[in-house]
């Protein structure tokens, strides 16, 4: 359905004359159809759940690109690559809340008795699992380390 809404956002942008939006969301289909090859679903199609995985991986990359582009001096580029995100992130859910991240933290590390560092492996994949994808990997893993050191 995701894969669908981003094909059909392509053709209405094409027809609007948004140049940027089409570059972007021609990437995206085409990121999508390549996971789809090297997955050999081509005829069936990625589950939603891996869709949304290449398009945080989309995110991903773009973010990483600003960082890189900052230090070089590149601000142009940066801004380029922050409003290609902003336009991926439109077709992602939306992030959990801090409260939704620390609720779901303290659960999983009652669910798994985690009691010190030594048990952050286990805490951090029952948090992750309990969160599907609604919060960054990096701030479930600052608020398992912050529950832990408590």
């Known amino acids: 359905m995701l894969k669908e809404k981003l094909e059909t956002d392509l053709k209405a942008a094409l027809k609007a004359g948004d140049s940027a939006r089409v570059s972007v969301l021609r990437m995206v289909v085409s990121a999508i159809r390549n996971k789809e090859i090297e997955k050999q679903k081509k005829d069936t199609g990625l589950p939603e759940e891996e869709v949304l995985a290449v398009l945080k991986t989309e995110v ?43 609720k779901a933290v303290e659960a999983a590390i009652q669910e798994t008795g985690a009691a010190s560092a030594a048990d952050f492996g286990k805490a951090m994949k029952a948090a992750m699992a309990k969160l599907k994808g609604q919060a960054d990997g990096n701030r479930v893993s600052a608020a398992v380390k912050a529950a832990l050191s408590r």
Do not use: T
Request: hydrophobic residues 30%; without cysteine; glycine residues 4%.
């Open 60 to 102: 991903k990359k773009r973010k990483d690109s600003v960082s890189e582009f900052r230090k070089g001096g590149r601000e142009e580029m940066a801004a380029q690559e922050e409003s290609e995100a902003v336009v991926i992130q439109e077709y992602l859910p939306a992030e959990a809340s801090d409260e939704d991240v620390e």
